[in-house]
């Protein structure tokens, strides 16, 4: 499943036409991208009406980063002497997912929080130890997240790119970290022969935490601080584009029924 679902729009027509129009994410605020617009026109060979040429072209416009769309399709038919526009269009609803259930596909958990990320807080603390593994994954790491009990404070193991393993804890938090927390990562560290770690929260660090990472470092012990705003950038750098054709029989877009917004006809 999809994180976003067809709900009919229930906005009036300049509100709808606003949204189908806007170049920013309705969620998380990213640019939008346009996908292949596509536009047909032929003859309408009707001797009883005047009208020669029909338009209609639509255009889906997609987030990268959580997966948000907008749909608009505009119909226009010229005549020798008359024509008439209409638009429609739709967007794309937020299911609303339980994020304490285990169950749900870490996949969506990543694509929803990029939408809705005030909600990590809701997640289950196992979830979410998933999660920043998969975030990293998608930064181009080998990661696994250790078993949940004997794991001496490392939540998730990482294989970088040059050889070297780094050792993740992570606290799905509303208070700041402490400077002892960090030390104990420090002895964590050690313990499992890495010299390279990583503390991930959903909060963010006490005053002092960043000079202890930084003398940690000089002593042969790197300590990288990922607060709720880092995570975040991450998170969204390790996004991908699911959708990237106007026709994608899997995207929820390709089918919608579209609702008419705007109406617009005369004589020229």
Known sequence: MDIWEYTHPRLDGPTLKGTVDR????????????????????????????????????????????????????HTIYGASIGSSTSSGAIGGLRQLDLSDVHLPISEIQSYLAARYERRFDIHPRVFEETVASVFRGLGYQARVT?????????VILDGPTGDTIGIQVKR???AIDVEQIRALTGA??????????????????????????RLQARGHRIELYDSTRFYEALKIAQRRKYQYL???????THTPLVDYDFTSGSY
């Open 189 to 214: 560290l050690v313990l499992g022969g890495m010299t390279h770690g990583m503390f991930v929260t959903t909060a963010g660090f006490q005053s002092g935490a960043q000079s202890t990472s930084q």
């Open 247 to 253: 026709d994608d029989p899997s995207a929820p877009y």
């Open 23 to 74: 170049d920013e994410c309705l969620f998380c605020s990213e640019r939008l991208e346009r996908l292949v617009l596509s536009s047909s026109g032929g003859e309408v060979h009707d001797p009883t009406s005047d009208l020669c040429f029909t338009s209609d072209e639509k255009l889906v416009r997609v987030c990268a980063v959580c997966g948000w769309w907008a749909v608009q399709r505009i």
């Open 173 to 175: 938090y509303q208070n």
């Open 147 to 155: 078993a949940y009990t004997g794991d001496d404070g490392i939540d």
